[in-house]
């Protein structure tokens, strides 16, 4: 496994209980894993946590079976990359220069950015479809092209690890489709890929497996079709719902029922 949690807890400051208890996630290379679940599930928490921003109380995180702890802040920006909800950028920058900051890692100190550096920069916004927008301020593009760029810098770094907290919440339809193509295509070129989202039917169409939470537990882990049932759903949700299995044992289709 590439990035496993065994027991983690972790409490906030100042909380009556933790926001996650005793979570298990195994994530493997080449595999993409959805995480789910109702706001305040502890989604969030769990990815800040499996990505070293957040202490653990209880239990571990571990990387190719080494402490998360043990991995040198370089070497572990060279592994893994994170792409959270938010985050201020203070300073004035273009497009190309916080893209550029994917690179940081893979820099001797103090080096410039070599040839091969660019193209693989120049490469990451196209693939984002942000190219066209290299030389603008960050500060001036709306919330959904600077999220294409933020997600371009994650490329760019060249991970081995992309863990993403609902990357494409603020995409129209046609670009979250092709983000979520990426990942299904990063996946499939052998990167491990956890993915935090909202979007229950979606995740069955790209995910492989996926983790189900509700109150900073896990309700449910497996394949879409294991995980995304009526009652569990219903359970976790509080709402009713109609599940259809998809055709030719594809994901399930879901349905919210008016009460």
């Not at 572990?76 to 994170?82: D, E, G, S």
């Not at 092709?178 to 979606?202: C, K, P």
């Not at 009652?231 to 599940?243: D, G």
Request: charged share 20%; hydrophobic share 45%.
């Amino acid at each position: 496994m590439m990035l496993q949690t065994k027991g983690l807890t972790v409490r906030y400051r100042g909380a009556p209980a933790p926001a996650v208890y005793q979570v298990d996630v195994s994530l493997a290379a080449g595999s993409l894993h959805a995480i789910l679940g109702p706001n305040g599930s502890g989604k969030s928490t769990l990815m800040r946590a499996s990505a070293g921003v957040l202490p653990a109380l209880e239990g571990s995180v571990t990387i190719g079976g080494r402490p998360l702890a043990e991995w040198p802040r370089k070497e572990l920006a060279r592994t893994l990359a994170a792409v959270t909800q938010a985050e201020t950028i203070p300073f004035p920058l273009t497009a190309r220069e916080l893209v550029s900051m994917g690179r940081y890692p893979h820099l001797g100190s103090l080096a410039a950015q070599r040839e091969a550096d660019h193209t693989i920069v120049m490469d990451a916004l196209a693939r984002c479809d942000v190219k066209h927008l290299a030389d603008r301020m960050v500060q001036t593009l709306s919330g959904g092209e600077l999220q294409r760029v933020r997600f371009a810098r994650a490329l760019a770094q060249q991970p081995r690890i992309l863990l993403l907290d609902e990357p494409t919440a603020a995409l129209d339809i046609g670009h979250e489709m092709a983000i979520l193509e990426l990942l299904r295509g990063a996946a499939d070129s052998g990167l491990a890929v956890l993915w935090v989202t909202h979007h229950l039917e979606v995740a069955g169409r790209f995910a492989d497996t996926m983790t189900l939470m509700s109150c900073g537990r896990v309700v449910a882990s497996g394949t879409p079709n294991q995980v995304l049932t009526a009652e569990t759903l219903e359970q976790v949700y509080q709402w009713p719902v109609r599940v259809e299995p998809g055709a030719e044992g594809g994901a399930p289709r879901i349905t919210p029922l008016r009460r």
